[in-house]
Each structure stands twice: as C-alpha cells, then as structure tokens.
C-alpha cells in the first residue's frame, strides 16, 4: 500500500546519527537513528534500548543498496520506559528472525520471515511476511 511506500523511502534518505558496525548483541543504545551499512546477522546476545517513553529508535540495516536482518536466540529489551511501538527497523532486503524475543516495527525491501520466539511490533515488506509458531503483539 502506499503507506507503506512512503514510510519506507521517507526512512531510507533519512540520515544516520551513528554508523555501527559488527554485532548490537551487549550493546545498550539511547534514542537515535543507527545504521549499518549492509547485512546484520544476529546469534544469541541481548540488546538493550534505554530511553523515556516517547524516545525514537531507528535502525536502517543496508544503507548501502544491499542489506538483510538476520536474527537467531536474539532479544531486543526495552529499558527506562521506551516502548516497542518507538522502534523502527527499516532493512532493504528480507527480515528473518528464528527464536527470538524481537521487538520494533519491520519495514523490509524483500519479505520477512518470523519463525518461534516472540514479536512485539508491525511487519510490513515489498513480499511476502510468513509468521510460524510465533507469538506476536503489536
């Protein structure tokens, strides 16, 4: 739909406050806009998010054209009241998470695939969302 359209190319030029690189597993991370360049593949670890209620987290996996989210044993945890509904993870390609405790609201430029684990958020792609055995709120 062109909702989706739009949010996903509003979110794709908007410019990054801190490029990362290597793994968010152990990282605690305040309000921001964060970028990774290309892929992110995630096996266990645990990130934090820590800020008011009315903080704002984007993550924009894939800056660079090519880019796919990939998570396995992964948790996102909020902290000091930020909220799920807060967190944007904007992937140009295919979102994947396998057993995880995955929060935030996916916007993916491929289809995204939740399988296990648990999903509070919204999941939007340009293909297809398959969600197996997952227990999702949101």
Known sequence: NSDFFSAYDALAVKPCDLVLTGSLAGLTLAPGVYCFDAAVAETGGVLTLNG???GIWIFKIGTLGTGALTGTNFSVVMAG???ASNVTWWVAEAATMTTSAF???ILAGAGITLTGGTFNGNASSKADVT???TAVTG
Do not use: A, E, L, M
């Open 81 to 83: 009241g930020g909220q």
């Open 52 to 54: 008011p209620p009315n």
């Open 103 to 105: 929060q935030g609201n």
């Open 131 to 133: 969600i197996t055995g």
